[in-house]
């Protein structure tokens, strides 16, 4: 499905899962240095964590104190920066004293940072003393400011399973929602000092958002709008890939190893959604960590189509990232993620024809289990 819907963006923490659960709003792309036009992908993440638990102070879930206090994490978490080389993770938090979203439209803003569904802007900064001496951080140093435009231009809706009524059940254990598999930005990121100019066309930028009451093991995330015909040498210009899933839990039974899929080519939306059972959708995926490279494969069909997936990332270009779950703990310590994916879908009818083969760049991905 390819169908907006915005409600689906709005900031879900009610109920429940306002003592523990998180939301999230992310956003990656690629933007190029102002002197010498290096490509750099980046990513910047509007993070809220258990709100009902709020202090005057964000309470961090990995500091010893907190921990010996019992004390689960509350926080809206800024969380940015970059991969490729020197990758980096920055995070900034804030009390959710401090947070403001309206119930009924996307307009966060807290402290100098702000999101809403066509603009987002902020800062965000971790010295290196800081860096080390507060391991709760989670954080790299680093420095990075944005100012940016956003236009969500294809989006994957995954149907039922995070409609209002599974929302308002919290059926699912982790809910997701990406208006803009293919969004373009254009503005400005400063880096560590350093200017990068975004521009739309080659921005290859990406829009979702997650929510629930914890996370999923393993988790899978790729995706792309940088995606070129190799039988024709054409780019695809209304086309995007979006993969993502693991182990998701409904109404506290594990459903193994599924993902949820969406290839739009062209103006068709090929999908592969385990919730959409009668459509018969089977689904195979693995990834392999390599000294050099890291691997992702997956087979998907249906009863009208199938595909087959490899996509390669260099390990060096990747970081694992943190994060601690809504009741503390830091389970995802193997969280491989990175930003300059390359890769090819081959796509097929049911009947073997080959609709396409191309290749993918520019894409993000992401590979991990509990460990």
Not at 26 to 53: D, M, Q
Not at 230 to 256: H, M, Q, V, Y
Not at 265 to 286: C, H, P, Q, S
């Amino acid at each position: 499905m390819n169908k907006s819907d915005l409600e689906r963006d709005y900031y879900m923490l009610k109920g429940p899962l306002a003592k523990k659960g998180y939301d999230w709003w992310w956003h990656s792309l690629t933007a190029y240095n102002k002197e010498t036009g290096e490509a750099k992908p980046f990513f910047i993440e509007y993070f809220v964590c258990n709100p009902a638990l709020a202090e005057d102070e964000p309470t961090l879930g990995q500091d010893p104190e907190n921990q010996r206090l019992g004390k689960r994490p509350s926080y809206f978490m800024m969380k940015v920066g970059t991969w490729g080389k020197n990758p980096k993770q920055i995070h900034n938090f804030y009390s959710m004293k401090q947070f403001q979203c309206p119930d009924d439209k996307l307009d966060i803003r807290v402290g100098d940072c702000a999101l809403t569904e066509t603009h987002m802007k902020g800062s965000c900064t971790v010295t290196e003393e800081d860096a080390k001496n507060h391991p709760e951080y989670m954080s790299d140093a680093g420095d990075m400011r944005w100012d940016l435009d956003i236009d969500k231009q294809i989006t994957f809706n995954v149907g039922y399973g995070a409609n209002k009524l599974f929302r308002k059940l919290n059926s699912f254990e982790m809910f997701w929602h990406a208006e803009g598999i293919k969004t373009q930005y254009s503005g400005t990121i400063w880096l560590d000092g350093v200017e990068y100019e975004v521009i739309p066309e080659k921005s290859y930028g990406y829009a979702d958002k997650n929510w629930g009451g914890d996370f999923t093991s393993p988790w899978l995330w790729i995706s792309s709008c940088n995606i070129t015909s190799l039988k024709t040498g054409k780019k695809l210009n209304n086309s995007a890939f979006e993969a993502g899933g693991g182990r998701p839990k409904a109404f506290g039974i594990e459903i193994p190893r599924k993902l949820l899929i969406g290839f739009y080519y062209e103006g068709t939306m090929y999908e592969y959604n385990f919730a959409r059972f009668w459509n018969l959708v089977k689904i195979d995926f693995d990834f392999e960590e390599g000294d050099d490279v890291h691997t992702w494969h997956i087979n998907a069909s249906n009863k009208n189509s199938r595909m087959e997936l490899v996509l390669y990332c260099k390990r060096e270009e990747m970081m694992l990232f943190n994060y601690e779950a809504p009741d503390g703990q830091k389970r995802h310590n193997r969280l491989w993620n990175g930003g300059n994916g390359w890769g090819e879908i081959k796509l097929y009818k049911k009947d073997g024809t080959l609709i396409d083969h191309v290749k993918i760049e520019n894409a993000g991905c992401e590979y991990g289990e509990y460990c």
